[in-house]
Each structure stands twice: as C-alpha cells, then as structure tokens.
C-alpha cells in the first residue's frame, strides 16, 4: 500500500508539472502573442469572420477548428483567382501553413491600414485584417 501511495504521488507530481509546462500563452500579450480576442477561426473552407479589427501593435492567431489544413499568405481571391499582393505596412505572409486543428500567429501589424490575407488552397477563403 505505501509503495502504491508513493507512485500515485510521484504520477501526480509529473502530471502538474506537464500540465504547467503546456500552459497556452498564445494570448499573452507580453510574451509578444495577440490580445485574447484577435482569433480568427477557420473552417474546412473558410475563415469563420471574414475581417478583424486589431490595434497597432498587435499581432492575429488563425485557429483550425477542422482536420483540413491551410496555407496563408498577403493577397486575396478575386472572381476565383488567387491573387498574391506585397501590401506596403503589412507583415510579409508567405506559405504560412497551418494544420488541422492546430493555430499560428501571423503579426505583429506595425502599420495602420487594411490587409488581406488569404488560403491559398481554398478558393473564396479571404481575410481582412483593419489595423487602428
């Protein structure tokens, strides 16, 4: 019996500890992360919003909340045609992928202004990121 309690004490100890060490700080803003709410959601096919209004400074976390996988990048899709753009104050995105059911961060956004992001995978799935 104590050698029982002695390993149920020792698995707890190890389950506090990974449990600590995976903590998200993804919305730490300190850490250099994104503010709480600058999430944006993506679906098999779309971004869940299609814009975000972030401050100067700030960073975006893309969430995939599907298997399906995605790869971002500046630019747009206009009448289903992929449309890569160099955006002047915008982060360079370029082949930023981001598998299923996983999240990335793509900032920080120096620059007041609108910018597009979009999948350069899934036809239609566009981003409009409004910077204060």
């Not at 730490?28 to 709480?36: I, K, L, Q």
């Not at 082949?95 to 996983?102: D, L, T």
């Not at 036809?123 to 409009?128: E, I, K, R, V």
């Amino acid at each position: 019996m104590k050698k029982l309690m002695i390993i149920i004490t020792i698995c707890s100890f190890f389950a506090l500890l990974l449990a600590a060490c995976g903590a998200d700080r993804s919305g730490d803003t300190a850490s250099g992360g994104s503010a709480p709410g600058n999430q944006v959601q993506m679906n098999d096919t779309q971004f869940v919003q299609s814009s975000i209004t972030i401050h100067k400074g700030e960073s975006i976390t893309l969430v995939s909340t599907t298997f399906t996988p995605h790869i971002i990048a500046n630019g747009t899709w206009d009448n289903g045609q992929a449309k890569a753009a160099k955006e002047s104050g915008a982060p360079e995105v370029k082949s930023v992928q981001i598998n299923g059911n996983s999240s990335g961060s793509i900032g920080p956004f120096t620059t007041a202004g609108t910018f597009k992001l979009y999948c350069t995978i899934h036809s239609g799935m566009n981003l409009t990121v409004i910077v204060q």
